[in-house]
C-alpha cells in the first residue's frame, strides 16, 4: 500500500513549527506494513494544496493530509477538497454536539465561524476529535471515475482509494488516528499488507562504519534484508528490515539477522529498541540492587540530571557532588590538595581521588567522576580542549581511562555522560 502524506502549513515552512508529523506517522505505519513512499509540506494557499493534492491522488492508494481543518482562516483544506472533489456536504451533529460541548465546559460563547467544522462531505467518515474541535475526515473514493471526472489523474489512471485528512495539532492528530484511522486501514487493505519486520539495535562506544564494518559480512547471505544506520551523537542505530508475505518466513530471517548482529557487535548492544542509555543503566542498578553517586566538575551535573530523568532512579542514585572549582573538590569531597597542585584539576589522580572520596563519604556501591576541559578556552599543548578522564569506583577498586572529545560544549557533557553511563553499564554486566 502506497501511502502519500501532505502535511499543510505556512509555519512549517517558514520554521515556526518543527514538522513531526511525517517521522510520527512514517513509524506507525510502517508498523502495519504500509509504505509512506512521499512527503510534501506545503503552505496554506490553495494552489500549492491543490497541486499536491491533485499529483498525490493520482499516484497513492492512501493519501494523508495534516493541518488546515479549524476554523481560521488560513485553513481551507476542508473546504479545498470539497470543492475539487464536488463533494456533496451536510452537517454532522454529533461533530456538532463535541464543538458545543467543548466551548460549555469552558464557559465560552461559541462563534458561529466554529461551528462550520461539523460540515462535513456525504460520503465521508467522520473521525471524531476527543481533543479538539476540528473532526478528520476518511473519504472513500472507491469510485475511480470520480477522480477521472473531476480531471485528477487524467494522464494516468489515478489510484487513491481512501483520503485522510487529520487536524493539525499532534495532541489531536495522534489518538485520532491510533485509534481510528490504522484500524480502518488494516481492515480496508486486509490480505494486500506484506509483513514487516523491523528491529533496531542501539549501539555505544563504536562508529558508524566499524559498526557497518562488523556486521555487513556476516549479514550478506540474508535474502532481502535492509540495513540502516543512524549515527547520532555518541551512538549508533543499527537497523534491520525484513519485508515478506509470510510471517513465519519473514520472522526466521529477522531472528537470523539478530543472532548474527548480537555475535559481532555483542556489548557493545546497548539496548533493543527504542530505549535511553540511562534508562537501561538505570534497569541494570535495580537489577543488580546496586546505587551510583557521581561527582562532575566539567559536565556540571549533566550525568546526574540524565540519570534523574528516568522514572524510578531513585532507589539507585543516591547524591551527586558538582565540584567545579578547585576549592570545591579540597572542601566538598576531600580530594587532596597536593594532588591539584601536582597534577591539574584535569588529570588521572584527580579523577582517581573524586571517584574515591565520592565513592567513600556516600557508602554508594559505585561513583562516577569526570572532570575534563570542554573548551572552547582553557586547552594546553599538553591538555588539549576537549581532553577528559572518567573515573569508576567500586569496592573492587578503581579504573581512570582518559578520552578527548573536541565538541561544543553541549556535545562534550553528552558524549563525555555517555562514556561514563557506558563504563558503568558493562562493569555491571560483568557482575
Ligand atoms: P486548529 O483547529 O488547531 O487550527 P488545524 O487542523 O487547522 O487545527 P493547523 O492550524 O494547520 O491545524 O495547525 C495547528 C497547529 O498544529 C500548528 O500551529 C502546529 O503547532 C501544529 N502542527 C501542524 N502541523 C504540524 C506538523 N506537521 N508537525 C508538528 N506540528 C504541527
Ligand atoms: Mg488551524
Same mark, same amino acid.
Given at each position: 500500500?502506497?501511502?502519500?502524506?501532505?502535511?499543510?502549513?505556512?509555519?512549517?515552512?517558514?520554521?515556526?513549527?518543527?514538522?513531526?508529523?511525517?517521522?510520527?506517522?512514517?513509524?506507525?505505519?510502517?508498523?502495519?506494513?504500509?509504505?509512506?513512499?512521499?512527503?510534501?509540506?506545503?503552505?496554506?494557499?490553495?494552489?500549492?494544496?491543490?497541486?499536491? =493534492?491533485?499529483?498525490?491522488?493520482?499516484?497513492?492508494?492512501?493519501?494523508?493530509?495534516?493541518?488546515?481543518?479549524? %476554523?481560521?482562516?488560513?485553513?481551507?483544506?476542508?473546504?479545498?477538497?470539497?470543492?475539487?472533489?464536488?463533494?456533496?456536504?451536510?452537517?454532522?451533529?454529533?461533530?456538532?454536539?463535541?464543538?458545543?460541548?467543548?466551548?460549555?465546559?469552558?464557559?465560552?460563547?461559541?462563534?458561529?465561524?466554529?461551528?462550520?467544522?461539523?460540515?462535513? %462531505?456525504?460520503?465521508?467518515?467522520?473521525?471524531?476529535?476527543?481533543?479538539?474541535?476540528? %473532526?478528520?475526515?476518511?473519504?472513500?473514493?472507491?469510485?475511480?471515475?470520480?477522480?477521472?471526472?473531476?480531471?485528477?489523474?487524467?494522464?494516468?489512471?489515478?489510484?487513491?482509494?481512501?483520503?485522510?485528512?487529520?487536524?493539525? %495539532?499532534?495532541?489531536? =492528530?495522534?489518538?485520532?488516528?491510533?485509534?481510528?484511522?490504522?484500524? #480502518?486501514?488494516?481492515?480496508?487493505?486486509?490480505?494486500?499488507?506484506?509483513?514487516?519486520?523491523?528491529?533496531?539495535?542501539?549501539?555505544?562506544?563504536?562508529?558508524?562504519?566499524?559498526?557497518?564494518?562488523?556486521?555487513?559480512?556476516?549479514?550478506?547471505?540474508?535474502?532481502? #534484508?535492509?540495513?540502516?544506520?543512524?549515527?547520532?551523537?555518541?551512538?549508533?542505530?543499527?537497523?534491520?528490515? =525484513?519485508?515478506?508475505?509470510?510471517?513465519?518466513?519473514?520472522?526466521?530471517?529477522?531472528?537470523?539477522?539478530?543472532?548474527?548482529?548480537?555475535?559481532?557487535?555483542?556489548?557493545?548492544?546497548?539496548?533493543? &529498541?527504542?530505549?535511553?542509555?540511562?534508562?537501561?543503566?538505570?534497569?541494570?542498578?535495580?537489577?543488580?540492587?546496586?546505587?551510583?553517586?557521581?561527582?562532575?566538575?566539567?559536565? &556540571?551535573?549533566?550525568?546526574?540530571?540524565?540519570?534523574?530523568?528516568?522514572?524510578?532512579?531513585?532507589?539507585?542514585?543516591?547524591?551527586?557532588?558538582?565540584?567545579?572549582?578547585?576549592?570545591?573538590?579540597?572542601?566538598? =569531597?576531600?580530594?587532596?590538595?597536593?594532588?591539584?597542585?601536582?597534577?591539574?584539576?584535569?588529570?588521572?589522580?584527580?579523577?582517581?581521588?573524586?571517584?574515591?572520596?565520592?565513592?567513600?563519604?556516600? &557508602?554508594?556501591?559505585?561513583?562516577?567522576?569526570?572532570?575534563?576541559?570542554?573548551?572552547?578556552?582553557?586547552?594546553?599543548?599538553?591538555?588539549?580542549?576537549?581532553?577528559?578522564?572518567?573515573?569508576?569506583?567500586?569496592?573492587?577498586?578503581?579504573?581512570?581511562?582518559?578520552?578527548?572529545?573536541?565538541?561544543?560544549?553541549?556535545?562534550?557533557?553528552?558524549?563525555?555522560?555517555?562514556?561514563?553511563?557506558?563504563?558503568?553499564?558493562?562493569?555491571?554486566?560483568?557482575?
Amino acid at each position: 500500500m502506497r501511502v502519500e502524506l501532505i502535511t499543510i502549513g505556512t509555519e512549517l515552512l517558514m520554521g515556526f513549527v518543527l514538522n513531526t508529523h511525517a517521522a510520527y506517522l512514517g513509524k506507525k505505519l510502517t508498523g502495519i506494513g504500509a509504505s509512506l513512499v512521499r512527503q510534501v509540506c506545503v503552505n496554506d494557499t490553495g494552489d500549492e494544496i491543490r497541486t499536491a =493534492l491533485e499529483s498525490a491522488l493520482a499516484e497513492a492508494d492512501v493519501v494523508i493530509t495534516t493541518g488546515g481543518l479549524g %476554523p481560521t482562516s488560513d485553513d481551507i483544506t476542508r473546504d479545498l477538497v470539497i470543492q475539487m472533489l464536488q463533494l456533496k456536504t451536510h452537517k454532522d451533529l454529533k461533530a456538532l454536539e463535541n464543538i458545543e460541548a467543548r466551548f460549555r465546559r469552558r464557559s465560552l460563547e461559541l462563534p458561529e465561524i466554529v461551528k462550520s467544522q461539523a460540515i462535513v %462531505p456525504d460520503a465521508a467518515r467522520v473521525l471524531y476529535n476527543e481533543h479538539g474541535t476540528a %473532526p478528520g475526515l476518511a473519504i472513500p473514493l472507491s469510485s475511480v471515475a470520480v477522480l477521472v471526472d473531476r480531471g485528477i489523474g487524467s494522464s494516468k489512471t489515478p489510484r487513491c482509494k481512501w483520503l485522510i485528512m487529520l487536524p493539525g %495539532p499532534p495532541r489531536e =492528530l495522534k489518538p485520532m488516528f491510533e485509534e481510528q484511522v490504522l484500524p #480502518l486501514l488494516e481492515k480496508e487493505f486486509q490480505g494486500n499488507l506484506p509483513v514487516i519486520d523491523c528491529r533496531v539495535f542501539k549501539v555505544v562506544g563504536m562508529g558508524e562504519s566499524s559498526v557497518a564494518d562488523r556486521i555487513e559480512p556476516v549479514l550478506k547471505g540474508i535474502e532481502g #534484508l535492509e540495513i540502516g544506520y543512524c549515527a547520532r551523537i555518541g551512538e549508533v542505530d543499527v537497523r534491520l528490515v =525484513l519485508i515478506g508475505k509470510e510471517q513465519s518466513l519473514v520472522q526466521a530471517k529477522a531472528d537470523d539477522a539478530e543472532e548474527k548482529v548480537r555475535r559481532v557487535l555483542d556489548q557493545f548492544i546497548y539496548a533493543k &529498541g527504542d530505549f535511553s542509555l540511562e534508562e537501561v543503566v538505570v534497569n541494570l542498578l535495580c537489577e543488580k540492587q546496586k546505587c551510583v553517586v557521581t561527582a562532575e566538575s566539567c559536565t &556540571g551535573g549533566y550525568l546526574a540530571n540524565r540519570i534523574t530523568m528516568i522514572s524510578g532512579s531513585s532507589k539507585v542514585f543516591k547524591e551527586g557532588w558538582v565540584t567545579y572549582s578547585n576549592e570545591a573538590k579540597v572542601k566538598m =569531597l576531600g580530594v587532596p590538595g597536593h594532588l591539584i597542585i601536582e597534577h591539574g584539576a584535569v588529570s588521572e589522580p584527580v579523577a582517581k581521588s573524586m571517584a574515591e572520596t565520592a565513592l567513600e563519604k556516600s &557508602g554508594a556501591d559505585y561513583a562516577l567522576a569526570i572532570t575534563g576541559i570542554a573548551g572552547p578556552t582553557g586547552g594546553t599543548e599538553e591538555k588539549p580542549v576537549g581532553t577528559v578522564f572518567i573515573g569508576l569506583a567500586s569496592r573492587k577498586g578503581t579504573t581512570v581511562e582518559k578520552f578527548r572529545y573536541p565538541m561544543d560544549r553541549e556535545t562534550f557533557k553528552f558524549v563525555t555522560s555517555q562514556t561514563a553511563l557506558n563504563l558503568l553499564r558493562k562493569d555491571l554486566l560483568s557482575l
